[in-house]
């Protein structure tokens, strides 16, 4: 056998190989199944191994400080109801974990595409965070049906139609500036700037708006 020959030969099992990694690497990382054995908030989860799970895509209530964002323990139950001690299907976007370490995905216990659901039935917001935006329209849509129809903490933790106690708005859910800047004012302003609409912080908000 001549050295070109062997040279093919060789070639050709590397790729092989290289495929059958990447395949299971693929496959691996944007699908997978594992048992939830905690839930930790509205939005995070344990899986076994003890991976921690951020659901992509939507922010839930917080739990776990001196005072629970509102509406924080209703979002803590309906997570646990769905997936606590049940397999659930795991998929990626672009990111693979967050600042904090955790494992950034989308999950979906049976059929019900979990992250989604939260929003839709008022329990989390959709919440955008570049790259990882597959599913970011679908969640703006389901969060604007769960606002109209007033379910979850749109019924809850609104004072005079207001979301003030946790992160619920952005510039794109306002038509014009001035919109926007009634709610930063009624919402306390410089002093609870808890939506972050003043990116620059010198108290005039969404300024491309007109």
Known sequence: MNFSRIAKILIIFVLVVVGIILTI????DNESVFKVIKVIDGDTIVIEGGEIIRYI???SPETGQS????FAQEAFNANKELVEGKEVKLKKDVSERDKYGRLLRYVWVNDIFVNEYLVKEGYALSAKFLPDV???EQFDNVEKQAQEENLG???LCQ?????CSINAYDCSD???QKEAQDIYEFCGGAD???HKLDSDNDKVVCESLP
């Open 153 to 155: 903490l749109w019924s």
């Open 25 to 28: 690497f693929f496959k691996g």
């Open 174 to 176: 306002f038509e014009t």
């Open 67 to 70: 005072n629970d964002d509102c």
């Open 134 to 136: 597959r599913y970011a």
């Open 57 to 59: 895509g939507i922010d």
């Open 159 to 163: 004072v005079d139609g207001v979301i």
């Open 192 to 194: 609870n700037d808890i």
